[in-house]
């Protein structure tokens, strides 16, 4: 009988639903591992043969770990709001319910093809007002809490207001979006509205003005990656900067802890230097830069305080508030001008796009406290106003930026400037070398001969004294946007009294997305919610018509999992003790700033109101690498109808065309499928190669439009799931992108038939001794254990499956049959290959799935060399090999080879001058 994969994937798939086998309850008996993978938005596409790269990978390891005896957590849920579903929405008038839900049953299906071993009882959608009750009330939990810079946690804003009636600001540590100052008397005699005002300011869900990327073609605010080159990736519609009211979050008051956990956790290096960077701590001094003939103070941050002396112009962000107050009446049009124009880039792309080098003048001049010198002011969108003071002196000899914009707008690039004042006698003791790095500034006035880190230390404690400025720490990091003008998102549990925001109480959750007319904005422009009938609480007051952006929904997934039937909490104490973090998770480098920050704040949170009991959720994550597509063309002849195979392409005139990867198989075109394929080609011909057309073949990015995207249903189909999972693996290392071959594949089934025949015989029967298994077999069976293990344990899951082709090879050669080592194999194996391995550990008369097998015990003795086989050479050339007993000493081994027949041969009539035994590698024998 031969190995039929269909009906063996299907049967055993089916056995794993009926019998509840992934199925985890808290086992206190057992130490836990949780295995987490990035929850994915079902898109209508479904799966390419990409996205399970890391499903497999995950899954692996989960069934590695359960059979070694850990109660494995490998749940599996959907990212179910989106843009995509809302705009479908709006094209065809089908509400996103019911698309997204047609593309969850679509991605379910798929996945239950590939066999992953997720319990599916524990499944979540963040479209479920059962699942976003939990996100509404985490919200509420933030709007409730402040955070105390002194206690470094979040504490209740009951405890605020208390502070504030005992002593209005005085003595008061807390993070806060601007400085406020008020007593005790003056917080009494404020109205209730002025004093929920000043709350906001204070709490860790607050509303604010911002600055957002408005797009007004989808009437909605959208993320840093939802834009590219100024354009929503959703649509290709214009994105602007806009000034709006949202809700955000106080992610920057947790920016310290969140780059001091990054010491405590298994991350690769480079993924922490991402955040470290998107974190962006740096020390440096706060000083203020009075405005010419104004009342107006520019407060700038710079980390080189030492370089003040060579400023020679001030830059503000567009965005920033001074602007207008700054700029001279002649210089209004030009400046309106520039601030429209800046409009059209994301903060990010500003970022990114350092040779764009563009800007305007206010016709102000800022005073440089310390030299007195006259400073011109300038806008740049190169200056972001959420970083700092959206303020910077600009000192074009020590800054790649500055200096760029110097020299466009042809303003002075000194490398000092004198301080009035402060000068030496001889001034041209004033050096122009200052070296940014490492060099000595050397000036003779204030900093002379002093080292950079010296003189910056002096200059910031200069700056303090003067009263001009105070050391201050700054972080890049900044309050995540909270709300979007969408209606597929989760409602926030909000309402307004006087225009300010209230929370519903608990039991008034979930608060479910109403029904609409239509998922567009109004005629007024207000979010599609504003359209909802009675959106409103019982006593009148309107709810919020924002919704809240993908992420929130993202951010506490994995918390809900350990629990997610309760309906009295998010997560019950009992099954966040016991499951406590993740202990592995795997998802995409796409991931690495967003998502990993707004998750890790989340926790925090949630762990300063002792809701979860670990200060980090993922102890460990891995990026899994893209795989790549592998592309296809065929060879038009110009001008024709023709089609000529690659290499013969070379003796005409051609243009080359993608032609859909799942028509060629081993670079064959099926002619047929291509003719059926369109009808423009329902006729063409074909120069072939020995009666083959071969087709020309790339590696780019797995697309639709290059027709280049490979379904696993297909691969399925054909070589089975059980290949597909080996093969995904065998393309390369996990974490490396690699590109999707199919040439490959036909191997690793022939694997899956040799691991096939070792249990069953050509006439479809069981053949299987229970001799005692020889050492040459207990070799190759150990070598492997200890080799996967390794393997899995590194998630070097591609030299695991070469292992495993090498040894079932080895097993062959010594037509092993014995039960003793090829049970244990199945073990090994049942992680990669599920299915089949069920099937024949079935076969071998065992009742209880593989999955509750126990790992195989690696025994070293097995792999301890009874002999050795010595290469014996002669004045250092190789002449035969000698098989010799392992352990004998030098003297033995030495003896040994002088005594045999072909050493003497040799040695006839020569001297033996001297003998180099390398115990266990090499005989070298000199003579002469």
Excluded at 19 to 28: A, E, L, M, Q, R
Excluded at 260 to 278: F, P, V
Excluded at 726 to 741: A, C, I, N, R
Excluded at 818 to 836: N, S, T
Aim: glycine share 6%.
């Amino acid at each position: 009988m031969e190995y039929n994969f269909n009906e063996i994937e299907k049967k055993w798939q089916q056995y794993w639903i009926d019998n509840k086998t992934y199925k985890v309850t808290i086992d206190p008996d057992k130490p836990k591992f949780y295995v987490l993978d990035m929850f994915p938005y079902p898109s209508g596409a479904g799966l390419h043969v990409g996205h399970p790269l890391g499903y497999i990978a995950s899954d692996i390891y989960s069934r590695y770990k359960r059979l070694n005896g850990f109660n494995v957590l490998h749940p599996m849920g959907y990212d179910a709001y989106g843009l995509p579903a809302e705009q479908y929405a709006i094209q065809t008038g089908q509400h996103p319910a019911v698309t997204t839900e047609n593309n969850i049953a679509r991605y379910r299906e798929q996945m239950d093809k590939i066999g992953f071993s997720y319990d599916w009882s524990r499944e979540v959608k963040t479209c479920d007002a059962d699942y976003y009750q939990w996100t509404q009330w985490a919200f509420i939990k933030m709007f409730e809490h402040y955070y105390d810079d002194d206690a470094k946690k979040a504490m209740p804003i009951a405890m605020l207001i208390e502070h504030f009636e005992k002593n209005g600001t005085d003595g008061m540590n807390a993070a806060q979006t601007e400085k406020l100052n008020f007593s005790a008397h003056e917080w009494k005699g404020k109205t209730e509205k002025e004093q929920q005002e000043i709350l906001l300011n204070y709490r860790l869900a607050y509303l604010a003005d911002t600055m957002v990327n408005w797009c007004p073609a989808l009437g909605t605010v959208l993320a840093n990656d939802e834009v590219k080159d100024g354009f929503s990736e959703r649509g290709g519609h214009p994105v602007e900067q806009k000034r709006m009211r949202q809700w955000l979050l106080r992610v920057s008051a947790y920016a310290e802890r969140l780059l001091n956990g990054l010491e405590t956790i298994d991350w690769s290096d480079s993924l922490k230097e991402i955040q470290r960077y998107w974190i962006g701590r740096s020390e440096g001094a706060e000083m203020v830069f009075p405005v010419k003939d104004s009342e107006v103070e520019m407060k700038i941050f710079t980390t080189r305080a030492d370089t003040v002396f060579g400023v020679t112009f001030m830059v503000l962000a567009p965005e920033s508030e001074l602007v207008q107050q700054v700029t001279r009446p002649n210089h209004q049009k030009e400046v309106a001008d520039y601030l429209e124009q800046t409009k059209k880039r994301t903060e990010r792309e500003r970022q990114a796009e350092v040779k764009k080098v563009t800007g305007v003048f206010t016709g102000a001049y800022a005073i440089n406290p310390l030299s007195k010198v006259e400073i011109p002011i300038w806008i740049s969108d190169y200056v972001l106003a959420g970083y700092g003071t959206g303020a910077i002196m600009a000192v074009p000899a020590h800054d790649s930026r500055d200096f760029a914009f110097a020299r466009t707008f042809n303003l002075p690039i000194p490398q000092v400037v004198v301080p009035k004042g402060e000068e030496p006698a001889d001034t041209s003791a004033w050096s122009d070398s200052i070296d940014s790095k490492e060099g000595t500034m050397i000036n003779s006035g204030f900093l002379d001969g002093l080292s950079v880190p010296e003189a910056i230390e002096k200059t910031k404690k200069h700056v303090a004294e003067k009263g001009i400025g105070q050391v201050k720490v700054n972080f890049r990091l900044r309050d995540a946007i909270f709300s979007r003008q969408r209606y597929w998102g989760e409602p926030f549990p909000v309402f307004y009294k006087e225009g300010m925001p209230y929370m519903l109480k608990a039991d008034e959750l979930p608060l479910q997305l109403p029904e609409v007319d239509k998922y567009l904005p109004t005629e007024k422009g207000e979010p599609p919610l504003a359209r909802a009938k009675g959106w409103q609480t019982q006593e009148g007051y309107p709810l919020e018509v924002n919704t809240m952006p993908g992420f929130a929904g993202s951010s506490a997934y994995y918390l809900r999992y350990m629990d997610p039937q309760n309906k009295q909490e998010l997560v019950s104490s009992e099954a966040n003790q016991y499951w406590q973090d993740v202990d592995l998770y795997i998802g995409g480098t796409e991931h690495a700033t967003g998502h990993l920050v707004y998750s890790r704040f989340w926790n925090k949170v949630l762990f300063d109101l002792g809701k979860v009991c670990k200060d980090e959720p993922f102890k460990k994550l891995v990026n899994q690498g893209m795989i790549q597509g592998r592309s296809n063309f065929v060879y038009r002849v110009k001008g024709s109808n023709q089609f000529v195979s690659l290499n013969l392409k070379d003796q005409y005139e051609t243009m080359e065309i993608h032609v859909d990867v799942n028509m060629v198989h081993n670079d064959q075109l099926d002619i047929e499928a291509f003719r059926a394929w369109n009808p423009e080609y329902k006729d063409a011909e074909f120069i072939l190669e020995d009666g083959k057309y071969f087709c020309g073949w790339a590696v780019e990015k797995m697309s639709k439009s290059m027709f280049n995207v490979v379904n696993p249903d297909t691969i399925v189909e054909q070589y089975g799931a059980d290949t597909l999972r080996l093969y995904e693996m065998f393309l390369g290392p996990l974490e490396q992108s690699k590109p999707w071959d199919t040439n490959g594949i036909d191997g690793v089934h022939k694997f899956l038939r040799k691991v096939w025949r070792l249990f069953i015989n050509k006439e479809g029967h069981l053949s299987i001794s229970d001799e005692k298994a020889s050492p040459e077999e207990l070799k190759v069976l150990h070598r492997t254990i200890k080799k996967t293990a390794d393997d899995v344990e590194r998630f070097s899951f591609n030299t695991a499956v070469s292992s495993f082709m090498i040894c079932v090879n080895d097993l062959n050669d010594l037509k092993c049959n014995k039960r003793e080592i090829l049970e244990p194999l199945l073990v090994l194996l049942a992680p990669f290959a599920p299915h089949v391995t069920e099937e024949l550990w079935q076969r071998l008369g065992n009742t209880q799935s593989i999955c509750d097998a126990q790992w195989p015990v690696f025994n070293a003795e097995h792999l301890v060399e009874s002999s050795i086989l010595y290469p014996v050479s002669f004045n250092g050339k190789m002449r035969f090999k000698l098989e010799l007993p392992a352990g004998l000493s030098k003297a033995e081994i030495e003896k040994a080879a002088l005594q045999n027949e072909q050493s003497l041969k040799w040695i006839e009539g020569q001297q033996v001058k001297k003998v180099i035994v390398v115990p266990g590698k090499i005989i070298n024998i000199v003579v002469g």
